[in-house]
């Protein structure tokens, strides 16, 4: 295979009769940050399940470092390196903002400890005042801080971020947009999955467009923006 | 009630309260966490009970048969989930009753094959055959406190286990968002799989120390099942606090209902749990 970090070919899914992937291939190569884009429901969310092991795919192969991982269990191929921010959250309401840290802490793959709790927690100084509240009791923005630093603690070289900044106020929306440029610069893969076209071209080295299941365009930032009839005509914007 | 004979009261109703949240305490962490109805928790309770009678009467030590018990109520529990129960996380609650009940019967039935249909008794340990003597003529059983303290320590370690450790991180996490706990690179099978054999070992560990304070009988597995289903539901669905206070409610209202209302003992744990569902539909303690 290519030197991808994470690839996806000819990906087919299905939920029950619906045929939601029809043929996707998609890669994101070391420390790129991609954009994927679509409008609901065109299988954005299906697509990173499908490389992430959490839905299986029914043809088609997913391949993280070169190795072929449809069919290992999840945990398996988030060890490889890969990080996963899901729509809604998903933090742990019932444990601590310092239990949600730490229970995920692991060095990365090639055993780099970058990502310590330390550091995450300077990186989201508010998390730092509220370690001892249980996740429950936490804001949005602050529940979505700690997702994104959870994820950072298995010391990832890929992070997926689904609708990272979705139901934020602006200027916690921009306070994460600041962080994802952190994470950017620091070398890490980030795939992001975000309504804010703006502002996932603005540092994205390439944007993809699924439309129905297939990807319709892909390309760089400025290639999307002097193109704005591809944005009308995917996405409705 | 003079003083001496409340006070034995009270210790016999939180020497049966602890053990009972022995069995429970694993009944609501495999419902609460794998979401598996197990009808068949009772029967490691009267697995370990007769464990501790064969092997007490192999081995001539109770200490022994408590801790080979212990040892293969592991091995019995890693293996059920390994071989039934984790293929049944994901189906209906039906079919989880379905098997945990033939469970019931094949448990019962090799129970019967091996060790016959006779009620038995494991000795008191000689160490702890004692009594400490209160009045002229009330005395206290040295072994029901053993009991007590026993339960007391593994309700602590049980505790610790879940509060303070990375597993106990994971047992709580598992049971708010499975699919969560895997994308971060965590084994959630392999916690799936320690819960169940913890909930299996503490059941037939409240067996195995409960053998020489009662006897061992066919049907002792059923008959505590039912009243650890109370336990949990007054609890809350899940929560191992939730069936602590539960299990000692439970105990304290047994054993004083016996005492003070004997004629309608037997329905007062059952209008406790009507009276907290109605005050609480969700149990003592709900879950965040």
């Given at each position: ?5 994470l690839e ?49 795919p ?33 933090i ?41 509240h ?46 994802i ?37 892909e ?7 002097a193109?704005?009839?591809?944005l ?6 | ?22 069995v ?56 059920l ?15 989880q ?22 009620v038995?008794g494991?000795?008191v340990?000689?160490a ?20 007590s ?9 049980l ?32 916690v ?32 505590v099942?039912i ?62």
């Amino acid at each position: 295979m290519t030197g991808a970090l994470l690839e996806a070919r000819e990906l087919q899914t299905y939920y029950g009769a619906s045929h939601v992937l029809r043929g996707v291939d998609f890669r994101v190569a070391r420390g790129e940050t991609v954009g994927l884009m679509g409008r609901n429901g065109m299988g954005k969310t299906t697509l990173l399940k499908s490389m992430l092991g959490l839905v299986k795919p029914r043809y088609g192969g997913v391949w993280v470092r070169g190795e072929l991982v449809t069919g290992v269990e999840p945990w398996r191929i988030a060890r490889r390196g890969i990080a996963y921010v899901p729509e809604g959250r998903g933090i742990f309401p019932n444990l601590s903002v310092r239990e949600n840290l730490t229970m995920a802490a692991r060095p990365g793959v090639e055993g780099r400890c970058d990502w310590t709790c330390q550091r995450v927690l300077e990186t989201f100084p508010r998390l730092a005042q509220r370690l001892r509240h249980g996740g429950w009791q936490l804001s949005g923005g602050e529940q979505q801080m700690l997702t994104i630093g959870r994820a950072l603690m298995t010391n990832p070289d890929l992070l997926i971020l689904d609708e990272a900044t979705e139901g934020l106020a602006p200027h916690v929306a921009r306070e994460i947009w600041r962080i994802i440029r952190e994470i950017r610069a620091h070398g890490i893969a980030t795939l992001i999955v975000d309504k804010n076209h703006a502002a996932v071209t603005a540092i994205s080295d390439r944007n993809v467009i699924l439309v129905k299941g297939q990807v319709v365009f892909e390309g760089d930032g400025p290639t999307l923006r002097a193109r704005p009839e591809i944005l009308l005509q995917h996405l409705g914007v | 009630m003079d003083f001496y004979s409340l006070l034995i009261q009270l210790l016999n109703a939180v020497q049966y309260g602890l053990l009972l949240f022995l069995v429970a305490s694993g009944l609501t962490l495999i419902f609460g966490i794998m979401g598996i109805i197990n009808l068949a928790h009772g029967s490691f309770y009267m697995i370990g009970a007769y464990l501790a009678f064969s092997l007490a009467s192999l081995t001539g030590s109770l200490l022994w048969a408590v801790l080979l018990g212990t040892v293969l109520a592991v091995a019995l529990g890693l293996f059920l989930e390994w071989a039934l129960f984790s293929r049944f996380y994901r189906r209906e609650h039906l079919e989880q009753v379905l098997l945990t009940y033939g469970l019931i019967l094949v448990f019962e039935e090799l129970r019967s094959l091996i060790l016959g249909n006779d009620v038995h008794g494991v000795a008191v340990p000689a160490a702890l055959s004692a009594s400490i003597p209160l009045t002229d003529t009330l005395s206290y059983p040295v072994y029901r406190l053993f009991m007590s303290g026993v339960c007391l320590v593994l309700a602590g370690g049980l505790y610790l286990l879940i509060q303070r450790t990375r597993v106990g991180m994971m047992i709580r996490a598992g049971s708010s968002n499975r699919e969560m706990v895997q994308s971060l690179g965590l084994n959630i099978n392999l916690v799936y799989r320690l819960v169940f054999a913890l909930g299996v070992a503490l059941a037939a560990l409240a067996g195995m120390i409960a053998a020489p304070a009662s006897s061992v009988y066919p049907g002792m597995g059923t008959q505590v099942l039912i009243i650890c289903f109370v336990v949990v539901v007054i609890g809350g669905i899940g929560s191992v606090w939730g069936a602590l206070l539960a299990a000692l409610l439970i105990g304290l209202v047994d054993t004083f209902g016996k005492v003070f209302l004997p004629s309608i003992s037997g329905l007062l744990v059952y209008l406790l749990m009507a009276v907290i569902l109605l005050w609480r539909p969700e149990g003592l303690v709900k879950r965040t």
